[in-house]
């Protein structure tokens, strides 16, 4: 089968195209799935160039996002059969999904929706349970409560707007103007274009001061330091970006502040919710590009340059 390998760490380069043996089933409750689509994610790129060494033995199949057909289930599995439609997260630390197929325990799967292509439910299971985690469980968003939502383009940026702005929250989010009708349109009440104004100052006028209830970090450097202060008093501030820096948290003692530190892994339970809320047309992956297995080092040569063509919005996809 159609394989991406990584058998050293580095730049896109390492990530090498070869064909390996199908994998089978070897117990009851495993289920083979024929990959239809799979995405770029920021965790696949750490795992590339070697941030999860510890965690990893080379050769390395990586990709944490699975859309596609299950062919051949194993004899305990009842709830799947050959043809069911599926999408899910492969378990960290486990074989990727940079594969044409995937073996998996029956438990991690969940039921594709029916209303979107392999490509837009291939963006969904990694970051809508991650969204899910970040603005349900720790932040616990409610109706009324106001967002602010720091990279608004992103994967993670794009969803986070929609799941918000269902739950009832006014949503600001942080991108470029260019981009500023797309983010409105997802949902975002107001865009701060930060490469022209100050975010902090910003939230400031608008909310006379106050700040937000929620701030969402998805860009990291200083933010933990420097988004307290748009943060309201007894505010949460939710990341899931590497400290790579030192952090000054004397503006969050002042608010009371509550940090949550969130890594993105499989969780089946919480893409149930997001299934719900794609099912009913209020949230929906957003496409930034497709591009064929066999392009993948373009598709990772895309999420890393920080000088683009035209700036980056939603996921990035890759086909099989």
């Not at 948290?249 to 893409?271: G, S």
């Not at 930034?288 to 035209?310: C, F, G, L, M, N």
């Amino acid at each position: 089968m159609k394989t991406i390998v990584i058998n050293n760490y580095g730049g896109p380069e390492v990530l090498q195209l070869t064909d390996m043996p199908t994998p089978a089933i070897t117990t009851p409750s495993q289920v083979l799935v024929k990959v239809k689509a799979t995405s770029v994610n920021p965790l696949d790129y750490q795992v590339r160039r070697g941030d999860y060494a510890s965690l990893f033995e080379l050769p390395i199949i990586t990709g944490h996002d699975i859309a596609g057909d299950v062919i051949a289930v194993g004899e305990n599995v009842k709830k799947w059969r050959p043809g069911d439609k599926v999408y899910y997260s492969p378990r960290f630390g486990g074989t990727g999904s940079y594969a044409a197929y995937h073996l998996t325990d029956a438990s991690s799967l969940s039921r594709m929706p029916a209303n979107l292509s392999y490509e837009e439910a291939a963006a969904v299971p990694l970051i809508g349970g991650t969204v899910w985690e970040m603005l349900v469980v720790r932040a616990k968003l409610k109706k009324g409560d106001t967002i602010l939502i720091l990279g608004g383009a992103g994967g993670i940026g794009t969803f986070a707007i929609q799941v918000a702005k269902s739950l009832g929250a006014f949503v600001y989010t942080t991108g470029q103007s260019i981009l500023q009708e797309q983010l409105q349109q997802l949902g975002a009440d107001v865009v701060i274009d930060h490469h022209q104004k100050n975010y902090v100052e910003e939230i400031q006028a608008h909310t006379k001061g106050k700040g937000v209830d929620v701030i969402i970090d998805t860009v990291g450097g200083s933010t933990l330091s420097d988004s307290p202060r748009a943060l309201a008093n007894y505010g949460s501030i939710v990341t899931l970006v590497d400290i790579a820096l030192p952090q000054n948290l004397i503006h969050a003692w002042e608010k009371n502040a509550t940090y949550h530190f969130v890594f993105t892994r499989q969780n089946r339970d919480e893409l149930r919710h997001i299934t719900r809320l794609i099912e009913t047309g209020q949230v929906k992956p957003v496409i930034d590009s497709v591009y064929p297995i066999e392009d993948i080092k373009s598709a990772h040569q895309r999420i890393a340059d920080t000088k683009r063509d035209r700036p980056l919005f939603g996921k990035i996809v890759l086909s099989l």
